[in-house]
């Protein structure tokens, strides 16, 4: 028996797969699946909502980042996108409180503690001094 391999046909499977490959990273420092037993059923989930393919196509073009520390403008245009996605769905009430926008809002988070995508470019803490009055 010869089994084919089918490439992934439209952005969704295509999602899906490269979700499905981050998650199969067993390295503690890289493993996915420390934010939640359910990140194996997302890729069941793809396909029904805009924030949420969104968001897991950030996580998956940020994740080599995590690893190399390089950032690219794909990465970042993936994560802008994924944020007006979201936007979106949080805005309408008949996405923004299902299962789908959470965890799209949680695939965020993670990018953005991950990959520091949101942080500026000063660091986020301030020293002491910048509080104290003179």
Known sequence: MQLTTRTPSNQ?????????????????????????????ELPRRLGRNRALDASVRALTTSFPSVHTHQYTPDMYKAYGEALGCLRTSLGDPATAGSVETLCAVYLIMICQVRTCLARPSPPLYLPDSHFRKN
């Open 12 to 40: 969704a499977t295509l999602d899906a797969s490269r979700f499905v490959s981050a998650l199969q990273v067993t390295d503690v420092c890289f493993d996915l699946r420390i934010y939640g037993p359910f990140f194996t």
